[in-house]
């Protein structure tokens, strides 16, 4: 009987999460580059500021980490790709950011606790899980087919292991 309820709920509830699947696949995928510049597009943006800032105070402002004037002329503080007007708080510059969707799906995977949402990535979570052991429910014990799949899962287990400690 659990045989049969364990198949029916895996069916059913990948269905159910072929689209979360497929967002947090390809989003997966992003982040592997999200140090370097592969997938972003250059934005130009214009920031009204408050007159005269601080150069600390400045990078803060615009977050931005490792933040660093290169040089200053006339009252302008020049900057990795851009520059601030102390005189009238204005700061333009050029920040390399992922097109839109592709943002909204990053921002999904790396959901906080902090964030509405952070109960989707439990339960996507707690879901990928019940699919992993519910796999063992799909084929009968004695069948050819379940201890091939053993000997997968054997491997398969030692790869992750050798992949999370060397």
Do not use: C
Request: proline share 2%; hydrophobic share 45%.
């Amino acid at each position: 009987m659990t045989n049969k309820y364990m198949r029916i709920i895996h069916r059913y509830l990948g269905f159910f999460l072929i689209g979360i699947m497929t967002v947090y696949a390809l989003s997966g995928i992003v982040l592997v580059f999200r140090d370097t510049e592969f997938f972003k597009k250059e934005v130009h943006v214009e920031r009204q500021l408050k007159p005269n800032i601080e150069s600390a105070e400045l990078g803060k402002q615009l977050r931005k980490r490792n933040f660093k004037i290169v040089k200053e002329e006339n009252n302008v503080l020049f900057f990795d790709n851009g520059q601030y007007d102390k005189s009238t708080g204005i700061a333009k510059y050029t920040n390399k950011e992922l097109p839109y969707v592709l943002n909204k799906m990053t921002k999904l995977h790396k959901a906080s606790s902090k964030q509405p949402l952070y109960w989707l990535n439990i339960f996507f979570g707690l879901s990928l899980l019940f699919f992993a052991i519910s796999s063992f429910w799909m084929f009968l014990p004695k069948s050819k087919i379940y201890k091939k799949g053993l000997y997968f899962t054997f491997f398969g287990m030692i790869l992750t292991f050798i992949l999370l400690f060397v």
